[in-house]
């Protein structure tokens, strides 16, 4: 099956009991069962729920796994991951990941004795040199928020394998339509499915995808023993979305590009970060493992002063956190979703106070184009 077509025939389609062909939402926490132990596959809905079994299908299918698991949020699932290691096991990460991912492994999951060193993974001897004789696991976010840099996930799947480690990528900005790390040989994909997987700004979810059965037993013991599963009606939204990502990625892009053109061409934007560009340093990695580069963009305006008056003098791009959404979102990183990180390690990383990021919608890109025009020469 092409990427469109498993996208909604995929999993498990409609209900056999009654022939709906969307699976009904399962609004239930127990199961009868005929006598002890006796069931039809569910028991408790912490430990499994028609309805999220179905979305858990559903994303295993696309990412091309082993199992797939639904929790509360995109941290759930990152949460859920990393509690599948040990006290004194330490991962490798890339250094600009989501700024919630920063604040649980710096300081949440380090008090329970997981130690992290983050590396740009965008240069693998960086990844290579971090291993220590403890390390489990590199984990990385490719495209990074919000400076848009690509790592190879095949030339790190190599680094890890040579050193016995795991390899785990957060999907979120590329999706499962763009790019499939299971494909380059990683052992888990991850989602924050609050973003492009439910794509209109209404639900809050994390999913997960397992390369092996031995992985798929350990997380489903941890999304059981801690409980942060998604619930019965934002499995079915969630899976309503995505029946729809195919398209929607194809027109984010198509307006992306648009845009981009535009943006690199405006006297008061300094620089302009989208792998999509020929002169993106890591194009050609992009390129290699990806069907497509995604609809969020960044670019520099040189000033905190031209950066909040951009943001005030939008009208179709809605100030506010989050992406991958029908609506059109921009941002300001070092104030909003990367505010967490401490400022000198943002300026190491290159998140100046100039930095806007955009999530670009499903508006005409017409309209959109006018709408950063005139708010940049206001
Ligand atoms: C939003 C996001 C997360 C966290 O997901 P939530 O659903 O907000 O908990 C993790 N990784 C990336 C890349 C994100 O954009």
Do not use: C
């Given at each position: 099956?092409?990427?469109?077509?498993?996208?909604?025939?995929?999993?498990?389609?409609?209900?056999?009991?009654?022939?709906?062909?969307?699976?009904?939402?399962?609004?239930?926490?127990?199961?009868?069962?005929?006598?002890?132990?006796?069931?039809?596959g569910f028991e408790y809905s912490r430990t499994g729920n028609p309805t999220r079994h179905a979305l858990e299908e559903l994303i295993k299918d696309v990412e091309g796994g082993q199992a797939g698991f639904a929790f509360a949020s995109g941290m759930a699932a990152i949460t859920a991951v990393v509690m599948m290691f040990q006290k004194g096991d330490h991962l490798v990460l890339t250094d600009d990941v989501y700024g919630g991912t920063y604040r649980v492994l710096t300081k949440v999951l380090n008090k329970f004795g997981i130690e992290h060193t983050f590396v740009d993974t965008s240069d693998l001897t960086?990844?290579?040199?971090?291993?220590?004789?403890?390390?489990?696991?590199?984990?990385l976010e490719t495209p990074t928020n919000p400076l848009l840099k690509v790592t190879d996930?095949?030339?790190?799947?190599?680094?890890?394998k040579h050193h016995n480690l795991l390899t785990i990528v957060d999907n979120t900005f590329s999706t499962p339509y763009w790019q499939t790390p299971l494909a380059f040989g990683a052992d888990i994909v991850l989602h924050s499915?609050?973003?492009?997987?439910?794509?209109?700004?209404?639900?809050?979810?994390?999913?997960?995808?397992?390369?092996?059965?031995?992985?798929?037993?350990?997380?489903?013991?941890?999304?059981?023993?801690?409980?942060?599963?998604?619930?019965?009606?934002?499995?079915?939204?969630?899976?309503?979305?995505?029946?729809?990502?195919?398209?929607?990625?194809?027109?984010?892009?198509?307006?992306?590009?648009?845009?981009?053109?535009?943006?690199?061409?405006?006297?008061?934007?300094?620089?302009?970060?989208?792998?999509?560009?020929?002169?993106?340093?890591?194009?050609?990695?992009?390129?290699?493992?990806?069907?497509?580069?995604?609809?969020?963009?960044?670019?520099?305006?040189?000033?905190?002063e031209a950066a909040d008056r951009l943001v005030k003098q939008t009208k179709f791009f809605t100030l506010a956190e989050s992406l991958g959404a029908v609506e059109s979102l921009i941002s300001i990183p070092a104030k909003m979703t990367h505010a967490s990180i401490p400022?000198?390690?943002?300026?190491?990383?290159?998140?100046?106070?100039?930095?806007?990021?955009?999530?670009?919608?499903?508006?005409?890109?017409?309209?959109?184009?006018?709408?950063?025009?005139?708010?940049?020469?206001?």
């Open positions: 099956m092409k990427p469109k077509t498993k996208l909604i025939h995929g999993g498990i389609v409609g209900d056999p009991h009654t022939g709906a062909v969307s699976t009904p939402i399962y609004q239930v926490s127990t199961y009868k069962q005929e006598g002890v132990g006796q069931h039809k960086q990844i290579e040199t971090a291993i220590q004789s403890n390390t489990v696991a590199v984990y996930i095949e030339a790190t799947v190599q680094i890890a499915a609050t973003k492009y997987l439910g794509g209109h700004s209404d639900v809050v979810a994390g999913l997960v995808v397992v390369a092996t059965d031995q992985l798929a037993e350990d997380l489903h013991f941890v999304q059981n023993s801690t409980g942060g599963i998604l619930g019965p009606q934002d499995s079915w939204l969630l899976m309503r979305g995505m029946k729809t990502l195919g398209i929607r990625m194809e027109e984010h892009e198509a307006n992306t590009k648009k845009l981009v053109e535009f943006l690199v061409n405006h006297p008061q934007v300094s620089k302009v970060f989208y792998p999509g560009l020929p002169e993106h340093p890591n194009h050609a990695i992009a390129k290699k493992q990806g069907t497509g580069f995604g609809g969020m963009v960044s670019f520099d305006v040189g000033s905190e400022a000198d390690r943002r300026g190491e990383l290159g998140i100046t106070d100039g930095l806007v990021r955009i999530s670009v919608g499903l508006e005409d890109a017409e309209d959109l184009i006018a709408d950063l025009q005139q708010a940049l020469e206001a």
